[in-house]
């Protein structure tokens, strides 16, 4: 067992105006298995670059182990994946990776296909399996879960849970609480480090809160006292100084004098209450609350909404899914479960009215008015006061939303393209929100998005029941919010 040793880390991006770590010490230990959880946009994927040394920083990185990176960059995605490997780990023997391969769930026949050909879960699976071959490596293991589905995520998840020796980025409660020992959490103004599993620390994190916000407020009533002790203060020595200015005589030297000295005291007592205020005034920032989000409602007038009657659909030739009935209900909130290829995604976008070829009967209320959350967000542009006015939006809304999911106002004055995946999702998170819908339509709207965003979400669809049908492969937020499944 080795450290990695964090010493005054700090770092900002060129030309930025945001500091991303400052003055920021800590160590891990080679042998931890490490949870990484924070908001979206606190720096989680840069932390990893600059484990990796691939940006300039201040401070220092003290390491005896090498560092490897997953998901690994393949340049040649048509060759056979065994030669993928190669590329990767010339050294690797045949017998361990095999071995590797069949705690995976995958059979040895994927090595002679084409990488290409691959799932992106059977992807992820060669790329993890190769990345643990090699000797005196930490791993940084960067969201592993966007292209798994549940099945597939409870297996990488066992996987983990066997190894040792990595930084675990995922927003997956589950899939964190089974593969760690140890969390590193982004918080809003520190980074620490706890044993434990994701729910011991957020359990941690509840109780933190509560006694912080107690002693926030005790911090409010002491800053209201010493603010109204100043200004007494201000007050007294403009009366004394005013007060040789009045009629009839008197000693005006004299009350020069005092009104000096009583100034000269008042500015040295407000001085001392300015830095008070100022000091309590920060500890009042550690608190982080996720706020409870609104949503637009709007209801139709049919209470059934959709029916799917012995519906298959096709790609060319390819059979998608077959046989599919089911009706959805104002008032439902049906997550729709499945393996990756079984025709999930393809059910929404009939839904939506996209041009794909089926059979069978597809009912859709009259005058139905839909919010659809794509899986894509590539083609996202422009600035959010643009996006709303484009979506037809309310845009105070759109931006109070927003902020309530850690968006801080310099994010408005970005571009939506350079956000962070998590940031990006949240944008389209925000517009569903806020659209006049009579169903929501959400194709996995969580990857990238944080856990606190994730479970804000969870009390939003509690407090506002929309109608929603929704693909997702995040275990507890589907057991938290659906009301109905539907399996494929």
Same mark, same amino acid.
């Given at each position: 067992m080795s450290q990695i040793n964090i010493k005054n880390l700090t770092f900002s991006y060129d030309g930025s105006y945001d500091t991303v770590f400052e003055n920021v010490s800590f160590q891990i230990d080679t042998d931890w298995k490490l949870g990484f959880t924070g908001r979206n946009g606190?720096?989680?994927?840069?932390?990893?670059?600059?484990?990796?040394?691939?940006? #300039?920083?201040?401070?220092?990185?003290?390491? &005896? *182990?090498?560092?490897?990176?997953?998901?690994?960059?393949?340049?040649?995605?048509? =060759?056979?994946?065994?030669n993928v490997i190669e590329d990767i780990y010339p050294n690797y023997l045949q017998w361990e990776l095999i071995?590797?391969?069949?705690?995976?769930? /995958?059979?040895?026949? *994927?090595?002679?296909?084409?990488?290409?050909?691959? &799932? %992106?879960?059977?992807?992820?699976?060669?790329?993890?399996?190769?990345?643990?071959?090699?000797?005196?490596?930490?791993? /940084?293991?960067?969201?592993?879960?966007?292209? /798994?589905?549940? =099945?597939?995520r409870q297996i990488v998840s066992k996987y983990l849970s066997q190894k040792k020796g990595f930084i675990l980025v995922s927003h997956d409660r589950d899939f964190l609480d089974s593969s760690i020992d140890h969390i590193l959490s982004i918080n809003k103004n520190n980074i620490e480090i706890q044993k434990g599993n994701f729910s011991s620390w957020y359990q941690n994190k509840q109780l933190q809160d509560s006694y912080e916000i107690a002693q926030n407020e005790k911090l409010k009533t002491e800053i209201s006292r010493l603010n109204k002790t100043a200004k007494e203060k201000r007050s007294w020595s403009d009366k004394?100084?005013? !007060?040789?200015? +009045?009629? +009839?005589?008197?000693?005006?030297?004299?009350?020069?004098?005092k009104a000096a000295k009583t100034m000269k005291r008042a500015k040295s007592i407000q001085k001392r209450m300015e830095s008070s205020i100022e000091e309590k005034q920060k500890l009042l920032k550690n608190i982080e609350i996720a706020e409870d989000l609104k949503m637009e409602q709007f209801t139709h007038h049919s209470k059934t909404l959709i029916t799917f009657d012995d519906v298959s659909a096709y790609y060319g030739e390819k059979i998608v899914c077959e046989h599919i009935s089911f009706s959805i209900n104002t008032g439902d909130i049906i997550s729709v479960w499945g393996k990756n290829g079984t025709g999930k995604s393809t059910i929404l976008k009939l839904i939506c009215g996209e041009?794909? &070829?089926?059979?069978?009967?597809?009912?859709?209320?009259?005058? /139905? %008015?839909?919010?659809?959350? !794509?899986?894509?967000?590539?083609?996202?542009?422009?600035?959010?006061?643009?996006?709303?006015? #484009?979506?037809?939006?309310? #845009? !105070?809304?759109?931006?109070?939303?927003?902020?309530?999911?850690?968006?801080?106002?310099?994010?408005? #004055?970005?571009?939506?393209? *350079?956000?962070? +995946?998590? =940031?990006?999702? %949240? *944008?389209?998170?925000?517009?569903s929100l806020c659209e006049k819908a009579h169903i929501h339509i959400w194709d996995e709207p969580l990857n990238f998005v944080d856990v606190l965003s994730r479970i804000q979400l969870e009390r939003v669809i509690h407090d506002f029941k929309p109608t929603l049908l929704f693909v997702e492969h995040d275990k507890a937020f589907c057991e938290n919010v659906a009301t109905k499944k539907i399996i494929l």
């Open positions: 606190r720096g989680k994927t840069t932390f990893l670059n600059l484990l990796l040394g691939n940006y #300039e920083y201040g401070g220092t990185i003290t390491k &005896s *182990v090498e560092m490897a990176y997953f998901p690994y960059p393949i340049e040649n995605m048509s =060759q056979l994946t065994i071995k590797e391969l069949n705690f995976l769930e /995958l059979s040895d026949e *994927v090595l002679y296909r084409t990488f290409d050909t691959l &799932s %992106k879960g059977e992807q992820t699976k060669i790329l993890l399996a190769v990345l643990f071959l090699k000797e005196n490596t930490f791993l /940084l293991i960067d969201e592993p879960t966007n292209h /798994l589905d549940a =099945q597939g004394t100084e005013a !007060s040789k200015f +009045g009629e +009839g005589p008197c000693d005006r030297g004299y009350i020069g004098h041009n794909i &070829s089926h059979t069978g009967t597809i009912y859709i209320a009259p005058e /139905l %008015k839909i919010s659809y959350i !794509s899986q894509d967000t590539s083609t996202l542009r422009g600035n959010l006061t643009e996006f709303a006015k #484009e979506c037809d939006i309310d #845009e !105070s809304l759109f931006k109070s939303i927003l902020r309530k999911l850690d968006f801080s106002r310099i994010q408005f #004055e970005k571009d939506i393209s *350079v956000f962070s +995946g998590g =940031q990006k999702k %949240k *944008v389209l998170i925000a517009k």
